[in-house]
């Protein structure tokens, strides 16, 4: 069935580093790739979406790309600030056949603490 | 008006106790969803309802029961809940099912059972 990997943390960085979280996934066909931030006391919050090969999502200065040859779609930002420290998941929903068809796959969610 | 709202905010209750928890949304979504969040873990997905008729049950214990009374509404009622059933309840919403489309979330119901 469909699933996704998510880089293990926690992940600690001080100000103005450089952040990537890995991820990959394995599903049928062509699925949307969706990266949600979790802070902390919240719901989830849709950070940025592709919806298919070589699409480039990004919002607040994150990105992500959709690599279908490596089925990644990794999230880096080029400075974190503290107020990025949250969780976040990678996420991917199938089209029709797939068993993420109609729902969200996540993975198991990565924690980000920024120090100043 | 882009939110989904839950209420309560926070619910403790026991196991002999019949609760409802409540979600609203005025986006005009038509597809509506429960899951359940445990403490570091990712939501996990217990029901689905699609133009007001449930479409997806994540083979969820009966002592949850949910409830779409209009396009607007969800509801999640609990009957003899159990200690492991504390966890955060997260209600969210989109523009359709199945069309892969992003989520709304609401802010969530931090549920205890004693």
């Known amino acids: 069935g469909d699933s996704v990997t998510q880089m293990e943390g926690p992940v600690t960085l001080s100000e103005e580093a450089f952040l990537t979280i890995n991820c990959t996934y394995t599903?049928?066909?062509?699925?949307?790739l969706f990266w949600y931030v979790q802070y902390p006391g919240e719901g989830l919050q849709l950070l940025l979406k592709a919806t298919k090969a070589d699409d480039k999502g990004s919002n607040k200065g994150f990105e992500a790309t959709y690599r279908k040859e490596t089925t990644s779609f990794h999230l880096e930002k080029g400075s974190v600030q503290v107020s990025d420290s949250a969780v976040y998941f990678c996420?991917?929903?199938?089209?029709?056949?797939?068993?993420?068809?109609?729902?969200?796959?996540f993975g198991q969610g990565t924690i980000l603490t920024v120090h100043p | 008006d882009t939110e989904v709202t839950q209420t309560p905010k926070h619910l403790v209750m026991g196991m002999t106790n019949k609760k409802s928890l409540k979600c609203e949304q005025h986006?005009?979504?038509?597809?509506m969803y429960w899951y359940k969040q445990k403490a570091k873990k990712p939501p996990e997905l217990m029901f689905v309802y699609s133009y007001e008729k449930l479409s997806i049950n994540e083979s969820v214990p009966s002592r949850f029961s949910p409830e779409c009374p209009n396009s607007s509404l969800l509801n999640l009622h609990l009957h003899a809940l159990q200690p492991e059933d504390s966890a955060l309840y997260l209600c969210?919403?989109?523009?359709?099912?199945?069309?892969?489309?992003?989520?709304?979330f609401g802010s969530g119901t931090q549920l205890s059972v004693l």
């Open positions: 599903a049928t066909g062509y699925p949307s």
């Open positions: 996420a991917l929903s199938a089209n029709a056949g797939g068993t993420s068809y109609g729902k969200l796959t």
């Open positions: 969210a919403s989109s523009q359709d099912w199945g069309r892969r489309e992003k989520l709304f």
């Open positions: 986006m005009g979504h038509r597809a």
